[in-house]
């Protein structure tokens, strides 16, 4: 059984259904509070108090701040009209199946069918740590402990920073020159991201998440001039931050972020099986002053931004959240390859079974 949580303990991740998306992924919310309420029914006169707290709040939740999200294991919850959310801010997640209230220890099996349900509230920092637990008549207590935490970005009591590694003149200039010419002679296309539908690693577009227009390299003296840097000069200082020996490289990849036109929301690069091989994105710079905008942002850490000199690199875990900030003038270019090892090559090629033939190779 798991563990009941405590002030401290990282959240479980999951995967729940909610409206408008079967597969919503817990921690890309990362970035803000987050109010967690696991409530088995929302037909209980219990939950139905804890609803009726956080209705009288609702402007509290605004998915900037804070989010809540609700848990119910009542389908009837959905029928009846108690589970409506309210966007921005109020989420339900249908637990139907009772896989999250058995990740949060509130859902115990009795046998024959029968369930204790444990209800429960969370208050989870913008890291998703567990800040407080409540039981359901605490609720107005919690609510009052939200409204007095500092901004999100606070939420630490000290300045974070991302664990990152900034490297320095990874590429000459003469180099980004030629890369950014190399984009605009090809034009680019537009560019996806990829989700698990089915069981299978697809390519999804979707311009209301993520903005941006690639060219891929062909072989040739272009692409490895690139991967002859980034060997030389940021495989071993990945080695000596990281303790980790790249030995592969994914895609030779030039990013066009135009004004009005290229930001990327908050993601994760690892979490299918077609990119769970990935072990860090690395984010060249090829013009850093052509542009206002554009900069990455891990909203796990705060809202710090990161851009790299022209040349420069950010180099990253693929299992930080992190986000590009809209391009508001000027276009950015940026190098984005993936790197991994030998070990992490294994399981790409175990996984290329869930990749849609299009996107293979």
Known sequence: MASVLTPGDPAPNFFGACAGNPRFRFDSVAGRYV?????????????????????????????????????TMDRQDFVAGRATDRIPGLRHFDDSDGAISRLYACAEDQGGGNIRYTMRLLLLDPALHVLAVADPPEASALLDQLAALPPPGEHAGVPLWAPVLVVPRVFEPDLCKALIQAFRDAGGEESGFMREKDGKTVLVKDAAFKQRRDHLLPDGKLKNAAREKIRRRVVPEIEKAFQFKVTRMERDLVARYGAGEGFFKAHRDNTTKGTAHRRFACSINLDADAHEGGDLVFPEFGPRLYRPPTGGAVVFGCGLLHEVRPVTAGERFAFLPFLYDDAAAEIRRQNAQYLEAADRG
């Open 35 to 71: 109010l967690l309420a696991l409530l088995g029914s929302l037909a209980q006169p219990a939950a139905q108090a804890v609803m009726q707290a956080i209705r009288a709040r609702l402007a509290a939740f605004d998915d900037v701040r804070a989010s809540c999200f609700m848990v």
